[in-house]
């Protein structure tokens, strides 16, 4: 019997390859570029012959200038296919979907800022963690975007995708932003640069106010700073790079839709209006980059401190009748890593070739990451309390062969050791383990012809469970005997598609994809235990396009589509709860008419199965914004933002689970839980660039 993505290959790549070897006139250049490019430029650098699959590309700062941006992390919602929403406070890391998963707070999809990484290993809430909050998006340069495991250079929680967010080294203008809004929302930010001394200075500060539509406000109170300086150093270049954040807030998780229909609460009001929390965020790096023994280094070294104090509830009185089931999530840790590449281009038998050796070094010292019962945020028990070390190394190795002017492959293989020592309070789930994979990749790539290519790309990954998970043989809440979870959890993918640009002023790229999870296991951060998870199948389609019909005006329309079960068969359902199967968005631009610059964006996110057998669901939500800028000079502008332009009432998170309020019987009340949609928001901003 075929796979599904062999039956990918055999129906959709052969017929588009076998009519495509015969056309004439191919387009011939030197060394690994195969065409001249057709740049349509506007917000995605996604031209023929930039990237290795269909499903990756370069996001631009054109398209952060143009877009509104209700919450930073947003801009992950860049990436065809993603969806960020969030489910409590404003100050806590975003929720995430792609390729029909619910990445929860960014589990399987691997998250970089100025080269060090943001997912958090063994965090107290989630696995893979991804806080964006303190992202400048003004000092954003570019984002580079990945999707599935066919990378040598992505390794943990890279399954799903990756992203890369670069700051700029230099800026052409200095910008003062002052912004205004509904909500008591409040922002200013300056980011600038300047020559200083041999090298160049980037600086950005940012000072945040906002409560949100919530009865209990959100009061969320943050402060960013970035200070980047480089200089050449010999034949390259050396950069050195410090930020700050932190920020404090109040939260309003998701409620109880029986709570609103009965009248007890309204869409924005809360349960318990005493969550919330505070975290921070300093780090240290240095890059750098120059020739050596014929080829090219570049490497960073990074020292991270960060912080959280997270207070939640979304049982309300169903484990303690009297005090109310909130509890609070500590993680204080220190991160310190070191990775790297080294490439050089050859010659093989007369073929072009790249070899790159690549590594990764990191290491979390976690003292403490804790679970405590709480009441209006005074701890009254502590479920478990742990010290974690966790280190990793990987190394990988990367070829690309030219091998002739219509065909180039990838391939390469890398490898990931793990070590978990793990300190608990419950001397029980103390204990030290390792793990260790290999994953090989492959990427063929074909063409172009008449400025179209092709990709079949395919590769295995992984990610990393919770040190915790992998002691844990106790269960801290109930005392019961446990088995420890598997240390790295095995994934493998494939998929196969096109870009072309064939009609003028028009990219558009095609992928057809599939994903086998050897296990969906997952570190359950508010219950501190592990998951019993399911094997687990997704395959889907995504279609991008770019459209620059006339020189003023800018066009994307992005789909995709997703079918996600769990591989095994089982009596209570093999839909995976908060799967989305599919997502629409796409924008309108219009640039440069005169003083004005507007735009307008739109996306959909679809309804999802809430439990396993699929018999309660989520509605859908589709959410418009809109910006325009108004140049009064060459060097001040007026910026106006409105969020939820038609006012929709809809949900950007759905759950269905157990809980109780006040009243109800002792067992609780199986119920849909949701976070509303933030109600249509204005603000005003002026713009000082000089």
Known sequence: MLTPFRLLIRRALIPMLLPAALVAGVVRADGLERIDRVVVTGHYDNSVGSTDAASAGVITPQLIDDRPLL??????EYIPGMIVTQHSGAGKANQYFLRGFNLDHGTDFATTVAGMPVNMRTHAHGQGWTDLNFLIPELVSRIDYFKGPYYAAQG?????????????????QNLVEITGGTERYGRLVTVGSAASGPGNLVYGFEAFHNNG????????????????????????????????????????????????????????????????????RYSLSADHEQALAGGRLQTNAYALRYYLDLYSDFTYFLDHPEGGDQFNQTDDRKIYGWN?????????????????????????????????????????????????????????????????????????????????????????????????????????????????????????????????????????????SIEPGTPLVRTKGGEIGTRTELIPGLQSSLALWYLKFDSELV???????????????????????????????????DLAWTR???????????????????????????????????????????????????????????????????????????????????????????????????????????????????????????????
């Open 523 to 557: 570190f359950v951060g508010d219950a501190g235990t592990t998951e019993a998870g399911r094997p687990s199948k997704r395959y889907g389609v995504e279609w991008s396009n770019r459209y620059k019909p006339v020189p003023w005006m800018l066009m994307d329309l």
């Open 340 to 480: 790297g590449k080294w490439s050089r281009s050859d010659e093989f038998f007369g073929k072009q070739m790249q070899n790159t050796l690549g590594w990764e070094i990191r290491q979390d010292r976690i003292e403490p990451v804790g679970l405590y019962d709480t009441t209006h945020r005074v701890r009254t028990a502590t479920t478990r309390e742990d010290r974690v070390k966790e280190m990793s190394y990987a190394a990988y190795l990367e070829n690309q062969t030219q091998w002739s002017e219509w065909f180039r492959s990838i391939a390469g293989i890398r490898a990931d050791t793990y070590r978990f020592r793990v300190a608990s309070d419950l001397s029980e789930n103390s204990g030290t383990r390792t793990a260790s994979l290999g994953s090989p990749k492959v990427s063929l790539i074909f063409g172009p012809w008449q400025k179209t290519e092709f990709f079949i790309n395919g590769g295995y990954g992984f990610h990393s469970n919770d040190a915790r998970g992998t002691t844990t043989t106790i269960d801290p809440k109930t005392g019961e």
């Open 156 to 172: 943990d929680f890279a399954t799903a995708g990756a992203a890369q967010l670069h700051y700029a080294d230099a800026l052409k």
């Open 564 to 690: 996600a079960r769990f591989a095994d068969s089982d009596p209570v359902g093999n839909f995976i709860p908060n799967a989305l199967r599919g997502t629409a968005a796409g924008g309108i631009t219009v640039r440069d008419l005169g003083p004005w610059t507007a735009s307008i964006f739109g996306r959909y996110f679809g309804p999802r199965p809430l439990i396993e057998d699929n018999s309660v669901r989520s509605g859908s939500t589709t959410l418009f914004n809109a910006q325009a800028t108004y140049n009064l000079s060459k060097s001040v502008s007026l910026r106006f933002d409105v969020f939820n332009i038609f006012d929709r009432q809809s949900d950007d998170i759905t759950y269905y689970y157990t809980s109780r309020l006040p009243g109800e019987p002792l067992e609780g009340v199986n119920d849909v839980h949701f976070h509303p949609t933030e109600s249509r928001a204005y603000r005003v901003g002026i713009l000082y660039r000089f």
């Open 213 to 280: 539509p919530w009865e209990n406000p959100d009061n969320y109170r943050k402060y960013n700073g970035v200070l980047r300086y480089t200089l050449p150093v010999s034949t390259g270049q050396l950069g050195l790079t410090a930020m700050a954040y932190s920020g404090r807030w109040n939260a309003t998780d998701q409620i109880p839709r029986r709570a609103v229909e009965g009248g007890l609460i309204n869409r924005f009001g809360a349960i318990d209006p005493s969550d919330g929390g505070h975290s921070s």
């Open 71 to 76: 919450r930073p992390g947003e801009v992950l």
